[in-house]
């Protein structure tokens, strides 16, 4: 059984920064993708920033030059560092990744359970 934990949200005001991490654990023998998603009310799920095993990047346009994302492979764990924030970037943060359980497996996705980021102005 593999779990994501995610932890970091809150409330900041407009310009100010927040750490959101999320640590996988459970039965793991590989992590190929680890993402952050965001869904703001009445919107869709959106992809705001991933990094592959082979550490390539990538960002949404709209946070690119304020939100970087890495990862510590030993900890089986992904930051979204997210600086200058804006009103707009309010929504629950989901954390996806792409995780293959044993040698024998194919990677599947898993979700963190979520964690809200409010910007007020």
């Known amino acids: 059984q593999v779990q994501l934990a995610e932890s970091g949200g809150g409330l900041v005001q407009a310009g100010g920064s927040l750490r959101l991490s999320c640590a996988a654990s459970?039965?793991?023998?590989?992590?190929?993708?680890m993402g952050w998603y965001r869904q703001a009310p009445g919107n869709q799920r959106e992809l705001v920033a991933s990094?592959?095993?082979?550490?390539?990047?990538n960002l949404a346009d709209s946070v690119k030059g304020r939100f970087t994302i890495s990862r510590d492979n030993a900890k089986n764990t992904v930051y979204l560092q997210m600086n200058s924030l804006r009103t707009e970037d309010t929504a629950v943060y989901y954390c996806?990744?792409?995780?293959?359980?044993?040698?024998?497996?194919?990677?599947?996705?898993?979700w963190g359970q979520g964690t809200q980021v409010t910007v007020s102005s």
């Open positions: 996806n990744a792409w995780i293959v359980e044993t040698i024998s497996s194919m990677p599947r996705s898993h």
């Open positions: 459970g039965s793991i023998f590989s992590i190929r993708f």
């Open positions: 990094v592959t095993s082979g550490s390539n990047v």
